[in-house]
């Protein structure tokens, strides 16, 4: 098996560059974490139900494949993720899940 290398710099690169970031009153990213993602996908999911407006449009713009296509893809990471969450991520997720279901059911009732 090959062996990885990872790069032992990547560490303090990262810290000089949010330290710049700071140093000049600039954005600093958010540490991404499992809850960060998958409320980041939420939030994707929910421009596309037309509940909250782009930010890049500021318009509602629904797109119900797009909403379903990330529905499911929050599916699939609670599927692969099971029993390894902790029990505050299980239910972000659970939650998340069904919101943007219920939503989602309402449009496509609201369509027929």
């Given at each position: 098996?090959?062996e990885?290398h990872i790069?032992e710099?990547w ?7 949010k330290?710049r970031?700071k140093e ?12 960060f993602?998958i ?9 596309a139900l ?20 990330l529905?499911?893809?929050?599916a699939?990471i609670?599927?692969?993720t099971?029993g390894n ?7 972000l ?10 939503q989602?059911?309402?449009?496509i009732?609201k369509?027929?």
């Open positions: 098996m090959e990885k790069d710099n560490k303090e690169a990262v810290e000089k560059e330290q970031l000049k009153g600039e954005f600093i990213p958010a540490e991404p974490d499992f809850n993602f409320t980041t996908l939420g939030l994707q999911a929910s421009i037309g509940q909250i407006p782009n930010p890049i449009t500021n318009r509602i713009e629904e797109d119900l494949k797009q909403a379903k296509f529905i499911d893809t929050l699939l609670k599927e692969k099971k969450l902790a029990e505050e991520e299980e239910n997720l659970d939650n998340l899940l069904y919101e943007l279901r219920i989602y059911i309402d449009k009732n369509k027929e």
